[in-house]
């Protein structure tokens, strides 16, 4: 204590002074460089993403985003932030009743962390959902490889999502997803069926499937079958093939 006092002051105000400035420093830093939000153990942004981007990043954009790309269109996930995927963006925005200026920043972001699960499938779909599997076997035993399945599964409940958004937010239930080869001989798949391939599900829910297979046109689904097309009067199939096959006559599709 005698020590502090016996310092002169001008050198005490000093002190203070440089304190004082280095928390102003501080508080400042944190404002103009915020923490990015986490989404906990799935995916997470570190950056604004606007059209002229380009990278993995703009690719998760586009896997969540490709459900917004109009009617009869689809987004590629290419990583290129292009004008398809600005006007998704647009899109989902609107959906959501953010600002619809197509840039991805912090309050897309956060309307897209709130969407996912840790392992970034949206919070109203599973992969245990969308394995139909015979039993749920996982996505091995189709033509592609494990990984190559699960990310064609990812996006397909994406899109599946912004479906059920544009429902009202009410059940899509999955009657068949995923199939090995083995499970969909057995039930009498067609031999390059989209199931195989993590590409495909059929629905029933609340709704009317004429209901579902004319909003899911606006949803980047080609294929769309359902009533009035054969074997397909008790559910509605969508994949997410990128021509369109669409047959729903009962449905005027």
């Known amino acids: 204590m005698s020590h502090l006092i016996g310092r002169p002051l001008p050198r005490i105000a000093a002190l203070l002074l440089l ?27 570190g950056r604004s993403l606007a059209q002229g981007t380009s990278g993995a990043d703009v690719t998760q954009l586009q896997i969540r985003v490709a459900g917004y790309p109009a009617y009869g269109a689809h987004i590629a996930t290419d990583g290129v932030f292009g004008p398809a995927t600005k006007a998704a963006v647009q899109r989902f925005q609107s959906a959501y009743g953010l600002t619809a200026d197509g840039v991805a920043g912090p309050a897309t972001f956060s309307k897209l962390y709130a969407l996912q699960d840790d392992d ?56 068949s997803g995923f199939r090995s080869i083995p499970c969909n001989r057995s039930v ?61 006559p009962n449905c005027g599709i």
């Open 120 to 175: 970034c499938t949206p919070i109203h779909f599973t992969y245990a959902e969308l394995d139909d599997g015979c039993g749920g076997s996982g996505y091995d035993g189709g033509p592609l490889s494990e990984a190559a399945t699960k990310a064609n599964a990812l996006q397909t409940m994406w899109q599946l999502e912004a479906l059920r958004h544009a429902l009202g937010d009410q059940p899509l239930n999955i009657s």
């Open 188 to 248: 009498g798949g067609a031999s390059n069926s989209e199931h195989l391939y993590g590409r495909s599900a059929d629905l029933t829910g609340v709704h009317s499937f004429c209901t579902m297979a004319k909003q899911a046109r606006y949803h980047g689904f080609g294929g769309i079958l359902g009533p009035g097309y054969p074997d397909h009067n008790d559910h509605t199939h969508l994949d997410i093939r990128t021509s369109n096959f669409w047959s729903a």
């Open 19 to 45: 304190f004082a400035a280095m928390l102003t420093t501080t508080v400042v830093a944190q404002v103009v460089n915020p923490t990015a939000a986490h989404a906990d153990g799935c995916y997470t942004w």
